[in-house]
């Protein structure tokens, strides 16, 4: 899953998409201001409205899809 990130958070234009995780929770990455990613994508960062902010271990990731 990690090359499968990478690829939605570095390409260019950004276009929204969606994680689903291990545990039934999605995450939709609307904007590039959604999103922080370590160098490696191995780890992501979600920021949420209403200030939820969720770190995301790239191992628990088993869907990305785009929105």
């Known amino acids: ?3 499968e990130l990478a690829s939605m958070v570095e ?3 950004f ?3 969606i ?3 291990n ?3 999605k995450y939709h990455f609307k904007t ?5 990613a370590s160098k490696d994508c191995h780890m992501l960062f979600y ?4 200030g939820e902010n969720v770190r995301i271990d790239a191992e628990s990731v088993v869907e ?3 929105r």
């Open 32 to 36: 590039r201001r959604d999103l922080g």
């Open 23 to 25: 545990n039934g929770a």
């Open 15 to 17: 276009r929204p998409f």
């Open 47 to 50: 920021f949420g409205d209403a």
């Open 64 to 66: 990305v899809f785009e």
């Open 19 to 21: 994680v689903r995780l």
């Open 11 to 13: 390409r260019e234009p």
């Open 1 to 3: 899953k990690v090359s």
